[in-house]
């Protein structure tokens, strides 16, 4: 094929897929789960064949481990996170109140300025009323979660549907690699073969490591955060450690929303102090122990370009998308990079 016409078919196949996503959106979401535990416990699988049992009892006992291990987490994690997320509705207007107390001096200024005598009444009302509704909306979304029939049935599908879709992708894995591998044109092969494998490397280094990474740092910060007396200190350190599949943004996003709650909660610099400090140190260790631990030198992705993969994912195409955007973000930056290291080598950049 003349270069033309392979650009030609490659955007195709692009368009393809994209509007593939796109119609079938609402019912993707568990097959892609599926896929996506398949594709993370193949290798576990793989291990299990050195011990002769067969793929089919190997598969049934991962994915066993794997969901009770997962059910027992979500079992223990949901309800401290329900209840403080309770207390912090609850709560609000009291955060709105110390809130507005210490920027008096400041409001009193704009007040002078503009000449307005009941701006302070009427900003600390809005703001009350505002905080105190959308806090009360979160409430019963997440309170009410299993009352409303097509929210019911959607779960009840993922439920059913993904460890299915995992159970049959896990016992097909080889037949579907060895299937790829038998389409791939046989004058690219090697070459082909390289970027494939490159791209399994990114992804496989990212997913499983950065998984793990964010879950060692929830973990992390959640106890600590509790056991350095922070209100809500669970709820922040879970968002956290789940923020931190971007490097570095969950620990920024969790510094800044803790130190805040700690301002809040009480004055003493030491107090807050010890809040930065933890994720302080979350950070060296995520960075020197956890991190290198975990995922060793095999991911490079630039945390600017996985968080605009994400959104760029959801915007588009919702929780699927943002499924999607990791695995896309890793093949799009390897071909990149290929296309960089072929321009290096041709005529036309010496």
Request: glycine share 10%.
């Amino acid at each position: 094929m003349k270069f033309r016409q392979q650009v030609i078919f490659w955007l195709a196949a692009a368009l393809f897929i994209g509007l593939f996503v796109w119609a079938f959106n609402e019912i993707l979401l568990p097959f892609v789960a599926g896929i996506t535990i398949a594709y993370l416990l193949n290798p576990i699988l793989v291990r299990l064949a050195k011990f002769k049992l067969s793929r089919t009892v190997a598969t049934v006992l991962i994915l066993s481990l794997f969901f009770i291990v997962l059910i027992a987490l979500l079992g223990l994690l949901i309800p401290p996170i329900y209840q403080e997320i309770l207390q912090l509705a609850d709560r609000a207007p009291e955060y709105v109140d110390s809130l507005w107390a210490r920027l008096q001096p400041y409001l009193a200024i704009v007040e002078e300025r503009v000449n307005e005598n009941d701006l302070d009444q009427s900003l600390r009302d809005a703001l009350k009323g505002n905080i105190s509704n959308a806090l009360g909306a979160g409430t019963e979304l997440l309170g009410g979660i299993l009352s409303g029939g097509r929210t019911l049935v959607k779960f009840g599908t993922f439920v059913v549907v993904t460890p299915l879709v995992a159970f049959f992708m896990m016992i097909e894995w080889q037949s579907i690699v060895s299937w790829v591998d038998d389409q791939l044109p046989r004058h690219s092969y090697d070459q082909v073969r390289t970027l494939l494998g490159r791209i399994d490397k990114k992804i496989a280094g990212f997913i499983r490591g950065q998984l793990l990474v964010a879950l060692s740092l929830g973990v992390l910060y959640a106890f600590a955060l509790s056991i350095a007396g922070l209100q809500f200190g669970f709820i922040i350190g879970i968002t956290a450690g789940l923020l931190s599949v971007i490097p570095l943004f969950g620990s920024a996003v969790g510094l800044v929303v803790s130190v805040g709650v700690a301002y809040l909660q009480s004055p003493d610099i030491g107090f807050i102090l010890t809040i930065a400090g933890i994720f302080l140190i979350g950070q060296l260790l995520e960075g020197n122990v956890i991190a290198p631990k975990l995922m060793g030198q095999s991911v490079g992705l630039h945390p600017l370009w996985i968080l605009f993969a994400l959104m760029a994912g959801g915007s588009l195409f919702g929780i699927v998308g943002m499924v999607l955007a990791v695995p896309v973000a890793a093949s799009v930056g390897v071909l990149i990079s290929f296309m960089l290291e072929r321009y290096k080598e041709s005529s036309y950049y010496e």
